[in-house]
């Protein structure tokens, strides 16, 4: 495990993802030319913006998606946060946000990208900066208990169709209509 294999693991990852849009391909080169200039853009430590890994998990039915309310965005979005230097790959750390913020053990996670996004923020050390997101899919198992971590000040599963009005609707609505059309290419 090193940040090495991360960061190797995100150009791959990149490399690989066919984007679904020319504003997804677009976003897509202008990460991987942050990686090409910045070895160490997977590391939160990189304070004009680093990589981040997301996860849009839905249920086993694909009928609700689990989203957390995030004390600093102060809306309901997607699971994750910053990828760790003991993350083997960019999966790995999405894989590992989404069962810390869950409470879930028994989670999958499809290692193909679902969607890229960045936006500013300010990050725990106080330092304006900008997340460079990678989102993936990740499946819950049937019956899957939540369980509320203090990285959240709720989290619940949302019907599909019925998303709360705080949601950040611009990019949860995007990233469940991706995630749904996953779903149905690979059932």
Known sequence: MSAASLYASTVAALDGFRA???????????????????????????????????????DADATHVLLTLHPRVGRWIQLGGHCEPSDESLVDAGLREACEESG??????????????THPITCSG?????????????????????????????????????LPGTAARDTI?????????RVARTA
Request: proline fraction near 6%; include cysteine.
């Open 173 to 181: 609505g995007e990233l469940v209509r991706l995630g749904l059309e």
């Open 20 to 58: 679904p849009s020319t504003d997804q391909d677009a976003l897509r080169h202008t990460v991987l030319a942050f990686l090409a200039a910045r070895s160490d853009a997977c590391l939160r430590a990189c304070t004009p913006g680093h990589v981040t890994a997301s996860a849009l998990v839905l």
């Open 104 to 117: 879930l053990d028994e989670l999958v996670i499809d290692p193909e990208v679902l969607h890229l996004d």
């Open 126 to 162: 106080g330092v304006p900066t900008r997340h460079l997101d990678v989102r993936f899919l990740v499946r819950a198992a049937p019956g899957a208990q939540i369980v509320r971590s203090e990285e959240s000040v709720d989290l619940r599963w949302w019907p599909v169709d019925a």
